[in-house]
């Protein structure tokens, strides 16, 4: 006697045998046996395997080369947003300080850049602000970085401060350019003030 049993799904057909006849001693044997996909809702043809990976390869291609051409902006605020409020204050207050200042001001002789390995700065555009207090007083500093393009053009410019720095005592904070990695910029101190 053979009795048929269809699972739930409608995607496995079982079969049930039973009886003589068989070399098992009237065993019963299950033979899954699939059942195609109804086809009547889909529409054109399904892509080729080949074409599947080159769709992908090409949409993972793009997403990578999005991610690439990503703001250095965005990546510089992050970086900037890791440095305490504290500093982006005194970077505030640089910018006030230098608007009225003419010439280089009274402490270009005490400030210096220095470079930064990009590893270090997330591949951005960076340097260290070497401020050196040479005086016999605690003292405040603003800093005008002008970033000039291969062409000698400015075209960023960033303000750095630093407060208390005490008499001798030389401190390190960062300008950093929200400009693309490339071209490569040059950084150069065009004012600083010591009040």
């Known amino acids: 006697m053979a009795v048929a049993v269809l699972a739930t799904a409608g995607t496995l057909t079982l079969t049930a045998c039973g009886g003589g006849g068989n070399n098992n001693g009237g065993g019963t044997t299950v ?17 080729s395997p080949l074409s599947s990976a080159a769709s992908s390869a090409v949409a993972s291609a793009r997403a ?17 947003a ?6 982006e204050r005194a970077n505030q207050e640089a910018h006030k300080r230098l608007a009225n200042v003419q010439g280089r001001g009274n402490a270009a002789s005490d400030v210096s850049l220095s470079g930064i390995p990009r590893a270090q700065v997330n591949d951005l555009q960076a340097a260290h602000v070497n401020i ?10 603003a800093v005008q ?19 208390n ?14 400009q693309p990695p490339q071209p490569v910029l040059k950084p150069e101190v065009a004012k600083a003030e010591r009040y």
């Open 31 to 47: 033979r899954p046996s699939p059942t195609p996909p109804a086809t009547e809702s889909f529409t054109g043809t399904p892509p």
């Open 64 to 80: 990578s080369a999005s991610a690439a051409a990503s703001s250095a902006s965005a990546r510089a605020d992050e970086f900037e």
């Open 82 to 87: 890791s440095v305490s409020a504290a500093a």
């Open 132 to 141: 050196h207090n040479s005086t016999d007083k605690t003292a405040d500093f």
């Open 145 to 163: 970085v002008d970033f000039r393009d291969p062409n000698g053009k400015v075209v960023e410019t960033r303000y750095v401060g630093a407060q």
């Open 165 to 178: 720095v005490r008499p001798g005592q030389t401190v390190h904070p960062y300008a950093i350019s929200h």
